[in-house]
């Protein structure tokens, strides 16, 4: 069975500091990763995934996340965030050869702060 | 840009109560799935559809749950009776590849069962 564990429920940070979402995941398989994002009263939006190659992958709006086979994580980093940065964040694996099932891990709630 | 929309964007239901929800999935995507968000918890696969058939389906998914594709652009979710712990945000993906690399999710149904 796989899971996937996001470390801090909520993270407040300041405007144009930098941030890191943290991501640890347990699988018996390979596994793709996923960082999906949420605004209010929005759907979930892929926001990057690693499915082979370079371990460092960039997303869209200036993301970028680092997947660690030894350490099992994929935490997700940004320079530094803007006001419209605010909302959850989901990390997510599909397992090899499964189908296509997205697992989540709960969510991370970023709080941008003037 | 192409996407996937869902109706209605929330549903208030009486216990026992048949519910349909709906889905539209991007036009050339072929695999489907359903998921669901019960507040405060993590997003949970449902099922996944390909072909006019079921791919898998979770635990959470039993006889009282039921998908069909009606139509070449509609995908329908049906909850036969439904109970307080349906309650919960239902999203619907569609995605082109068969992995699931890369599913687009709909803005999501609320809900709620009284």
């Known amino acids: 069975a796989q899971s996937v564990t996001q470390l801090d429920s909520q993270v407040p940070v300041f405007e144009e500091a930098p941030v890191e979402l943290r991501c640890n995941y347990s699988s018996s398989v390979s596994v793709y990763l996923f960082w999906y994002v949420q605004y209010p009263n929005q759907g979930l939006q892929l926001l990057l995934k690693y499915l082979s190659g370079s371990t460092l992958v960039k997303g869209i709006n200036g993301f970028e996340a680092e997947f660690n086979k030894s350490q099992t994580s994929f935490h997700l980093r940004k320079p530094s965030v803007h006001i419209s940065d605010t909302a959850e964040y989901f990390c997510?694996?599909?397992?090899?050869?499964?189908?296509?099932?997205?697992?989540f891990g709960q969510g991370t709630e970023l709080s941008v702060k003037p | 840009e192409p996407e996937v929309t869902q109706t209605p964007s929330h549903q208030v239901t009486q216990m026992g109560q048949e519910v349909i929800l709906r889905c539209v999935p991007i036009?050339?995507?072929?695999?489907f799935y359903w998921y669901r968000q019960i507040l405060g918890q993590k997003v949970e696969f449902l099922v996944s559809f390909y072909n006019n058939e079921i791919s898998e389906k979770s635990e959470i998914f039993d006889d009282q749950f039921s998908v069909e594709r009606p139509d070449g652009s509609n995908f329908t979710l049906k909850i036969r009776s439904t109970k307080l712990e349906d309650s919960a945000m239902y999203f619907c993906?569609?995605?082109?590849?068969?992995?699931?690399?890369?599913?687009?999710f709909g803005p999501g149904t609320r809900l709620t069962v009284t």
């Open positions: 036009s050339n995507h072929l695999y």
């Open positions: 993906a569609s995605s082109t590849s068969s992995g699931g690399r890369e599913q687009y």
């Open positions: 997510a694996v599909i397992p090899y050869n499964q189908g296509g099932k997205l697992i």
